[in-house]
T-cell receptor, first 116, second 114 residues
Framework: AQSVTQPDIHITVSEGASLELRCNYS??????LFWYVQSPGQGLQLLLK??????LVQGIKGFEAEFKRSQSSFNLRKPSVHWSDAAEYFC??????????????FGKGTKLSVKP | EAQVTQNPRYLITVTGKKLTVTCSQN?????MSWYRQDPGLGLRQIYY???????DKGDVPEGYKVSRKEKRNFPLILESPSPNQTSLYFC?????????????FGPGTRLLVL
């Protein structure tokens, strides 16, 4: 069955430090890949997406993600974290063929805390 | 303003009392979807609709119904709510699935079933 794994439930980084949030998926083909961010009490905001082409994707707020087919991964990175980045981050996989087209599967999320 | 609206935003109800959560988008989007969010479980897709009169089950459809009679509206129906349906619900829409597009999320509906 298709699945998305975010192995880190909670990560704490210092402001100004670099960040990498991990995401692995299980699917029989290369799916559509997304990263969303949710601030406390808010809805979801799309950070970036990958459908095809260049495997390094740039998003909003200085985030980027790299798709690695061999590792079935789509890790999110930011070179220098700001206190306002504290939020919960969700990786999501969009299924692309068969009767499951339209199905979007989310990981369980990684909560990011930022130390001053 | 382009947006996805949900009503109500907050709802407390009792077991077995039928309820409907409405979702409406003003962007002429073909694709709409419902999710529930629970602590530690992330978001799980309940139902989605690729277009008018076309709906499909997501990962957790049990206990829910949907309909898509017109493009702008995608209501979520709980015929007989139970406490395990207490959750935060999000509706989302997209121009189409999913070529070069993304989803716009509504503000969420927090439901408590007693």
């Amino acid at each position: 069955a298709q699945s998305v794994t975010q192995p880190d439930i909670h990560i704490t980084v210092s402001e100004g430090a670099s960040l990498e949030l991990r995401c692995n998926y299980s699917y029989g083909a290369t799916p559509y890949l997304f990263w969303y961010v949710q601030s406390p009490g808010q809805g979801l905001q799309l950070l970036l997406k990958y459908f095809s082409g260049d495997t390094l994707v740039q998003g909003i707020k200085g985030f980027e993600a790299e798709f690695k087919r061999s590792q079935s991964s789509f890790n999110l990175r930011k070179p220098s974290v700001h206190w306002s980045d504290a939020a919960e981050y969700f990786c999501a996989v969009g299924l692309i063929y068969g009767g499951s087209q339209g199905n979007l599967i989310f990981g369980k999320g990684t909560k990011l805390s930022v130390k001053p | 303003e382009a947006q996805v609206t949900q009503n109500p935003r907050y709802l407390i109800t009792v077991t077995g009392k039928k309820l409907t959560v409405t979702c409406s988008q003003n962007m002429n989007h073909e694709y709409m979807s419902w999710y529930r969010q629970d602590p530690g479980l992330g978001l799980r897709q309940i139902y989605y609709s690729m277009n008018v009169e076309v709906t499909d089950k997501g990962d957790v459809p049990e206990g829910y119904k949907v309909s898509r009679k017109e493009k702008r509206n995608f209501p979520l129906i709980l015929e007989s709510p139970s406490p395990n349906q207490t959750s935060l619900y999000f509706c989302a829409s997209s121009p189409r699935w999913p070529k070069q597009e993304t989803q716009y999320f509504g503000p969420g509906t927090r439901l408590l079933v007693l």
